[in-house]
């Protein structure tokens, strides 16, 4: 590709992920395209990985998250069109013949594509997991990112968003092991935690409570995550925890500050959260158990004193 410039650049941000970014380079070694790789300093052979593949690697001060390394590496590609892949990501033959179709068209400018995350070793159809679309194939200078964590690209032209098909969709090795959520949800729950005190957020009590059960309540039964069996119930319940773990670090990093707590405060949250968390029980139990009214009917008349009690 000496002297030509590329139909396509992809780009892959790394730090000590050789074993997931074979794979993914792999996947997509039979595009016409040069590979980038921008490296936060690994300390396994995660570079020689990317030498061996033919990429062009360039070294980046190692962050806490990849949005900031992602506006360099695509000041580095030179292709008509960018994909961009993390190491733990992988494309099947289906999507990368629908992408080389999109780059003969004139009307789009990104396109939205589907992402098969694999948590704990299976695939999440509900749980909010999917089809958990992103932005990662795009004309050069269409997409910029911003630097907040798990922040939105900022965007100009057309978008394109494929069907929601496994076949379309970019494999996701996201989380293979339980250790390796809660290592992910310690950084990240810091650099949100973070995030928050540059911004003067001032801590509630709610944020303990209430916002805790809210995430589960939106994941387990609004996401459907009781569809995914005890899969989606674990990570549920993990997500609730990751929830709370960023008001209790930003708890920390203001100086974990004892006072008394406010008894109205924390009746207050309590009671709402109970109050949700019955709201979807009883939407679940009732659609789960539709054929048994005698058990519908009484969880439904709790329900209803549970809501004339909510503001006593």
Same mark, same amino acid.
């Given at each position: 590709m000496v002297g030509k410039k590329p139909l396509i650049s992809v780009i892959v941000n790394t730090?000590?992920?050789?074993?997931?970014?074979?794979?993914?380079?792999?996947?997509?070694?039979?595009?016409?395209?040069?590979?980038? #790789? #921008?490296?936060?300093?690994?300390?396994?052979?995660?570079?020689?990985?990317?030498?061996?593949?033919?990429?062009?690697? /360039?070294?980046y001060r190692p962050m806490k998250v990849v949005e900031h390394a992602r506006n360099f590496a695509l000041s580095k590609a030179k292709g008509k069109w960018i994909l961009l892949l993390d190491p733990d990501e992988y494309?099947? @033959?289906?999507?990368?013949?629908e992408l080389l179709k999109i780059t003969?068209?004139?009307? #789009?400018?990104?396109?939205?594509?589907?992402? @098969?995350?694999?948590?704990?070793?299976?695939?999440?159809?509900?749980?909010?997991?999917?089809?958990?679309?992103?932005?990662?194939?795009? @004309?050069k200078n269409?997409?910029?990112?911003?630097?907040?964590?798990?922040?939105?690209?900022?965007?100009?032209?057309?978008?394109?968003?494929?069907l929601d098909s496994e076949k379309l969709a970019i494999r996701h090795n996201n989380y293979p092991s339980v250790v390796d959520y809660l290592t992910r949800t310690i950084r990240y729950s810091g650099v949100q935690a973070d995030e928050l005190k540059s911004q003067d957020y001032t801590l509630k009590i709610s944020d303990f409570v209430l916002k805790p059960i809210q995430e589960f309540n939106s994941r387990f039964f609004v996401a459907q995550a009781y569809k995914d069996g005890l899969?989606?119930?674990?990570?549920?319940?993990?997500?609730?925890?990751?929830?709370?773990?960023? /008001?209790?670090?930003?708890?920390?990093?203001?100086?974990?500050?004892?006072?008394?707590?406010?008894?109205?405060?924390? #009746?207050?949250?309590?009671?709402?959260?109970?109050?949700e968390y019955g709201h979807w029980f009883t939407k679940y139990f009732v659609a789960e158990?539709? @054929?048994?009214?005698?058990?519908?009917?009484?969880?439904?008349?709790?329900?209803?004193?549970?809501r004339l009690t909510k503001n006593i």
């Open positions: 730090r000590n992920e050789a074993k997931q970014l074979q794979k993914c380079l792999k996947s997509i070694s039979d595009l016409p395209a040069e590979i980038i #790789v #921008v490296d936060m300093r690994s300390t396994d052979n995660s570079k020689q990985v990317a030498i061996d593949f033919g990429a062009k690697v /360039y070294n494309l099947n @033959k289906v999507l990368k013949k003969k068209r004139t009307d #789009v400018d990104f396109v939205k594509i589907p992402r @098969k995350n694999i948590i704990f070793g299976k695939w999440l159809r509900h749980t909010n997991m999917w089809p958990d679309y992103l932005i990662r194939f795009f @004309k269409a997409v910029k990112w911003q630097r907040a964590i798990h922040s939105q690209p900022i965007t100009t032209g057309n978008s394109l968003t494929l899969h989606g119930l674990i990570f549920s319940l993990l997500q609730t925890f990751s929830i709370a773990l960023i /008001y209790i670090r930003l708890w920390e990093k203001t100086g974990s500050k004892d006072k008394p707590l406010a008894k109205e405060s924390f #009746v207050s949250a309590s009671h709402e959260a109970v109050f158990y539709s @054929k048994n009214i005698l058990k519908t009917s009484l969880v439904k008349i709790k329900q209803f004193f549970n």
